[in-house]
C-alpha cells in the first residue's frame, strides 16, 4: 500500500473526512444555488469549522488539531475569517475505506488522496484512494446569523419540523461517530425561528439548526 507524508503547504489542505462528510448532508441539490453545493471550509484565528446548508437545514463542526487549509486555498475572506468552498463526491469509494479518514488535497491539482491515520507517531499516512475536487466558485453565506442565540436547555419542545431533514440528521450523526444517533430538538424563542438541533454527547462537536415547518 503506498505511503504519503502529508506536508503542509500554501496551496494543500488537510481535513478528517468524518466532519466533511456528516455536515455534508446539509448540501443543496439545487443547481441554481451553486454556492451552497459544498463544504465551507472557514479558518478562524481559533480553529477551523467545516459547514453546509441549503436553507432549510444547516449543519457544523469544528475540525480537530492538525487539520489544515493553506492560505492560497482560500477563495473568500473577510475581516474575521477566511475559506473555501469544498466539493465532490460524497459516494467516492475512496471515502468508504474503514479507519480515521484524512482528505489531502491540493489546490493548484484538483486531486486529492484519501489517507488513513497511522497507528503511530509515523509521518507516512497509508493511502487508500484518490479523488477529484473542486472549490466552487462562489461566496457562502454568513452562516453565524442563523446560529441560535439561546442555550439548549433554554424552552426544550417539540417543535414543527420536515421529517426528511431529520433523517438527514440522522444520517449525519451515523457517519460522524460511526453509529446511529437520535438528534434531541430544541426550540429557541419565538416560533418560526430556526429550530436548534442538539446531539447525544457521544456526537460531541456536531451541532445544526433547522427552519421549522410553517404551520
Known amino acids: 500500500m503506498k505511503t504519503v507524508n502529508p506536508i503542509q503547504t500554501e ?4 481535513l478528517p473526512a468524518r466532519a466533511a462528510l456528516a455536515v455534508g448532508h446539509a448540501i443543496t441539490s439545487d443547481k441554481t444555488r451553486y454556492y451552497l453545493g459544498g463544504v465551507y471550509i472557514e479558518s478562524e484565528t481559533t480553529g477551523l469549522t467545516a459547514i453546509a446548508t441549503d436553507g432549510h437545514l444547516m449543519l457544523w463542526a469544528p475540525l480537530p488539531e492538525g487539520a489544515h487549509v493553506g492560505e492560497k486555498v482560500s477563495t473568500q ?3 474575521v475569517s477566511r475559506g473555501f468552498i469544498l466539493a465532490m463526491d460524497h459516494g ?3 471515502l468508504r475505506a474503514k479507519g480515521d479518514l484524512w482528505i489531502y488535497g491540493d489546490a ?3 486531486i486529492a488522496q484519501v489517507l488513513t491515520r497511522p497507528q503511530d507517531d509515523s509521518p507516512l499516512w ?3 484512494g484518490v479523488l477529484e475536487f473542486s472549490r466552487v466558485d462562489g461566496s457562502f453565506p454568513n452562516w453565524r446569523r442563523v446560529r441560535p442565540q439561546a442555550s439548549p436547555g433554554d424552552s426544550a419542545c417539540a417543535p414543527s419540523v ?3 431533514h431529520v433523517a438527514r440528521l440522522h444520517a449525519a450523526a451515523k457517519v460522524y461517530i460511526g453509529n446511529g444517533v437520535c438528534p434531541a430538538l430544541f426550540s429557541t424563542s419565538a416560533p418560526g425561528d430556526p429550530v436548534r438541533v442538539g446531539f447525544s454527547p457521544t456526537c460531541e462537536g ?3 439548526v433547522i ?3 410553517r404551520m
Not at 11 to 14: E, K, Q, R, S
Open 92 to 94: 467516492d469509494k475512496a
Open 162 to 164: 420536515d421529517l426528511r
Open 77 to 79: 475572506s473577510d475581516d
Open 126 to 128: 497509508p493511502r487508500v
Open 108 to 110: 493548484e491539482s484538483g
Open 206 to 208: 456536531l451541532q445544526g
Open 211 to 213: 427552519v421549522p415547518v
Open 11 to 14: 496551496t494543500t489542505f488537510f
